[in-house]
């Protein structure tokens, strides 16, 4: 796709939330990478809007400033930044006042067409932004309406935000954002499962024992403690990235590459999930609250010791959980799901093992058989895994070991440059690909099976339990595999 044709019918990005922090460390460094490989469009502009009266030449600095600190640093050149900044412009806008968004309608000479408004602000404000835009005459069926998680606290607040974003934008003018998807490994998920043969005939119960995806974190709320508390761990992580990495590991092969045939099967995987309630929610999950510790070498207060914190809160900081699949492929089938501030190590990661060998022939030396399982590593490091059995070199009894056939991003393909996910999905708002965006059905069929858990845990008075900063959560956590035979992959 050349740059002419690169979003041909796009006219403008309008950023709300221009000062916010997502835009400083994400937005702004994604759009300049972009820019410097010739992936935005000619005469493309950038508005940025917000609430404080801030000078055009302060905030260009601003962006120079979010881009020269920001992981995409070394594609800081001065003279290229001079010809990125001719793009951006601001406005000082007020959502909620009458001929609040005059100073928008006039960088936009009145006209609506082609314009992508990205909402990098608080998801209350979705609702009354799109109603603003609507009655300010500045949307218009060419318009694209790209949103930030979370959509709602729970299924009702969901429908209801969706409700108000649709008064303005159809849902295929509706890109709502999970970053973690636009991450390369996660991309590479569906390349692994859909492009290889080898995998499909072995990708149900008949060969697949379990499942594990874990995202674990070794910072704790970092200054987000008061919307971090109104979530929790299940709200904050589980409902958006955990349950989307389940959709594509679980998600029947689409008929197509397209976004209504990849969205339709993620969200059949989200209707065949088994409720979790107050009868089996003791049985199937665990939570936990980070107290203090040591993050590497140095001392970390508890999530009640935070700033700004309430001493009394229950929200939990960890949540481990065993969720099954109520279909032909999975039926059997637990899908272990871990999440958590504070733990021990950094990690992304899904781990797919295989059922053990159905009998053992090497028995009568000693051996013992491990069974096979496909390692996928999401973060910090890119890479995929798969262990397989083999003989130690020796000149004595067989022994056997296991073995890893690694693919390593890095290695592959060393000489590309690793890229921001945020770059991979605005250059797919530019393409008009919604394939890698969550849909309205897909949001709202989450939540309601979340609610569940909540109102099993409210039910059955589940608080969270105290586990160390530093550790690997709460010591329940570590049992709850084992109470079916398996235990979580370290």
């Not at 008949?206 to 910072?219: F, G, P």
Request: charged share 25%; aromatic share 10%.
């Amino acid at each position: 796709m050349t740059q002419d044709e690169l979003g041909k019918d796009c006219q403008a990005l309008v950023l709300f939330g221009a000062t916010g922090d997502l835009t400083r460390r994400m937005l702004w460094p994604s759009l300049y990478a972009l820019d410097c490989d010739q992936m935005l469009p000619q005469g493309f502009r950038l508005i940025g809007v917000a609430r404080s009266e801030t000078p055009q030449d302060e905030f260009i600095e601003r962006v120079r400033e979010a881009i020269k600190t920001s992981a995409n640093a070394a594609l800081f050149d001065a003279a290229r930044f001079a010809e990125f900044a001719r793009r951006i412009s601001y406005a000082q806008v007020f959502v909620t006042e009458k001929e609040g968004l005059e100073p928008l309608a006039r960088l936009l000479d009145g006209k609506a067409r082609g314009i992508i408004y990205y909402l990098a602000t608080d998801p209350q404000q979705f609702g009354p932004i799109c109603r603003a835009l609507k009655a300010a005459g500045l949307t218009d069926p060419s318009c694209r309406m790209v949103v930030e998680k979370p959509i709602g606290s729970d299924e009702q607040s969901a429908h209801a935000t969706n409700e108000a974003i649709s008064e303005g934008f159809a849902e295929h003018q509706v890109f709502r954002i999970d970053h973690y998807l636009g991450k390369e490994a996660v991309q590479n998920l569906l390349a692994l499962r859909f492009a290889n043969a080898i995998f499909e005939p072995l990708w149900n119960s008949s060969a697949i024992e379990q499942v594990q995806i874990t995202v674990a974190e070794t910072v704790g709320v970092e200054g987000r403690w008061g919307y971090y508390d109104r979530a929790g761990a299940l709200r904050d992580m589980v409902q958006s990235h955990l349950l989307q990495l389940l959709c594509l590991v679980a998600m029947e092969p689409p008929a197509r590459f397209d976004p209504g045939a990849v969205r339709n099967e993620k969200v059949k995987v989200l209707w065949s999930l088994r409720s979790i309630d107050a009868s089996n929610v003791a049985h199937n999950t665990v939570t936990g609250q980070y107290t203090s510790g040591f993050s590497g070498d140095r001392g970390v207060p508890g999530y009640r010791e935070e700033e700004g914190s309430n001493p009394r809160s229950d929200t939990e900081t960890f949540v481990a959980l065993r969720a099954e699949i109520d279909n032909w492929r999975w039926a059997g089938v637990p899908f272990y799901l871990r999440t958590g501030k504070r733990l021990q190590k950094r990690v992304s990661e899904i781990v797919i093992q295989f059922k053990s060998a159905p009998f053992n022939i090497f028995s009568g030396l000693g051996a013992t058989l491990a069974p096979n399982a496909l390692l996928i590593k999401l973060q910090p490091e890119e890479m995929i895994r798969l262990t397989l059995m083999h003989k130690r070199p020796g000149m004595h009894h067989l022994e056997l070991g296991e073995v890893g056939l690694n693919l390593s991003l890095n290695d592959a393909f060393g000489d590309v440059r690793r890229r921001i996910a945020y770059e991979r999905m605005l250059l797919d708002v530019l393409r008009g690909n919604s394939a890698l965006f969550v849909r309205r059905d897909e949001v709202e069929a989450s939540w309601k099976w979340v609610d569940g858990i909540v109102a099993g845990w409210q039910a059955t008075n589940q608080k969270p339990r105290p586990y160390g900063a530093g550790s690997w959560g709460p010591s329940a956590a570590i049992g709850l595999p084992e109470r079916f035979g398996h235990s979580w992959h370290e």
